[in-house]
């Protein structure tokens, strides 16, 4: 069992910034694929970023260049840098984890991001 707590969401400006965080409970988190995903009001929850155990990335075409995900496996913990920040930005963000052997996936509560003047 992986317990997920997202932090670091909130409201800013078009063009801010802000860095989101996952901290993961159990002692193998390394191997993990970690994920961010988001949904919109009205929208469907779609990928936005995905960091494999051996540090490959992926992003959605409409974030690529702007967000970028990481991973610390000493602090259990990965994230979510943000960056030019835009008000279809605005969704719940959530955190992933998938088991690599059995591709079970474990989810956070999320975390409310508002990019808005």
């Known amino acids: 069992q992986v317990q997920l707590v997202e932090s670091g969401g909130g409201l800013v400006q078009p063009g801010g910034s802000l860095r989101l965080s996952c901290a993961a409970s159990g002692s193998i988190f390394s191997i993990y694929t970690m994920g961010w995903y988001r949904q919109a009001p009205g929208k469907q929850r779609e990928l936005v970023a995905v960091?494999?155990?051996?540090?490959?990335?992926n992003y959605v075409d409409s974030v690529e260049g702007r967000f970028a995900i990481s991973r610390d496996n000493a602090k259990n913990t990965v994230y979510l840098q943000m960056n030019s920040l835009k008000p279809e930005d605005t969704a719940v963000y959530y955190c992933n984890a998938e088991r690599p052997w059995d591709r079970v996936n474990y989810w956070g509560k999320g975390t409310l991001v508002t990019v808005s003047s």
């Open positions: 960091i494999r155990s051996g540090g490959s990335t």
